[in-house]
């Protein structure tokens, strides 16, 4: 029992010890190698989500999105346009913005150019956002700054809304 114990710790022992060494490939070590590589994503598809504020709203849009991939801290930016619409008060908004995230599991901030029209009157103004992305499902609160007067009554003025991104496209590329 002794020798196979002993054994154990002495292979266990030289096994750390032997992996420890970084061993040349090329002459450039393979961590060096591992940093200089890059991987980009590339995904467009569309949104579709729904708004809740005072007012309900659908949302019907595009996305395309850019990732840099890292092992401890990626990088995500993208640029959206969609259509939001309130059947039952007749409201039509469209939304024109972008959004980044900074990590793996961390927060969205955003911006949007807004426009609402009730098919009589028409607001245009800007909307800061944050949010959470999590597995195509993107969770956002905003708050609409209406430049001006209000005139579209029917609007929401802070909206909590959940969008699912559909992936139609992605590519990657790696550069070294």
Not at 68 to 87: H, Q, R, S
Not at 113 to 135: R, S, V
Not at 161 to 171: D, E, M, V, W
Request: with cysteine; net charge positive.
């Amino acid at each position: 029992m002794k020798k196979t114990i002993t054994t154990l710790i002495f292979t266990l022992l030289f096994s750390f010890l032997s992996f420890s060494q970084n061993y040349p490939t090329c002459g450039i070590n393979m961590d060096m190698r591992l940093q200089k590589l890059r991987i980009y994503t590339q995904k467009t598809g569309m949104l579709l989500g729904l708004q809740q504020g005072k007012y309900n709203f659908l949302e019907l849009g595009l996305e395309h999105q850019w990732k840099k991939i890292k092992i401890k801290k990626t990088f995500t930016y993208a640029v959206k346009g969609n259509l939001e619409y309130n059947p039952f008060q007749n409201v039509l908004g469209y939304k024109l913005g972008g959004w980044t995230r900074q990590g793996r599991i961390a927060l969205t901030y955003g911006t949007n150019f807004c426009y609402f029209t009730d098919f009589d009157n028409e607001d245009t103004g800007i909307t800061p956002a944050i949010g959470l992305k999590f597995l195509g499902f993107h969770f956002e609160n905003g708050y609409n700054i209406i430049f001006g007067k209000k005139t579209v009554e029917d609007s929401n003025s802070i909206y909590i809304s959940l969008r699912y991104f559909f992936t139609n496209r992605r590519k990657v590329k790696v550069r070294k």
